[in-house]
């Protein structure tokens, strides 16, 4: 079931992306082919509307893939800061993980 909602985030179907988030499954089931998760298969995609249904139902942003890649490696700069800005609460683990590899910690 937890590929189908990778699946469906590739291809932007976002009633089928609300209604596995209502359904509670795994938001950070990763594949094992790849270890892309549904919100790395969004930003990869440029899906920002899926993207954000992701970020606000609590997908872990710190979540990377086999090339050590996280979500926020596929999206602009600019579209990291204004989610940055719009979920602060859902960033803050994420920003001090990044913070964090910056210093060496």
């Known amino acids: ?9 590739f291809y932007n179907n976002i009633k089928t992306v609300e ?3 209502d359904l ?3 938001l950070n089931y990763q594949d094992p082919s790849n270890e892309y998760t549904a919100l790395i298969t969004t930003a ?9 249904l992701l970020i606000e139902a609590g997908a872990d942003l710190t979540l990377k893939d086999k090339a050590d890649c996280d ?5 602009p700069e600019f579209k990291l800061e204004e989610y940055k800005s719009k979920y ?5 683990d994420f920003i001090l993980k990044h913070d964090s590899n910056k ?3």
Do not use: H, R, T
């Open 24 to 26: 509670k499954i795994d």
């Open 44 to 52: 990869v995609q440029g899906y920002y509307e899926a993207l954000e």
């Open 1 to 9: 079931m937890e590929n189908f909602y990778i699946l469906q985030a």
């Open 19 to 21: 209604k596995l988030i």
């Open 71 to 75: 979500f926020s490696n596929y999206i």
């Open 88 to 92: 602060p609460e859902q960033f803050k």
């Open 103 to 105: 210093f060496g910690l």
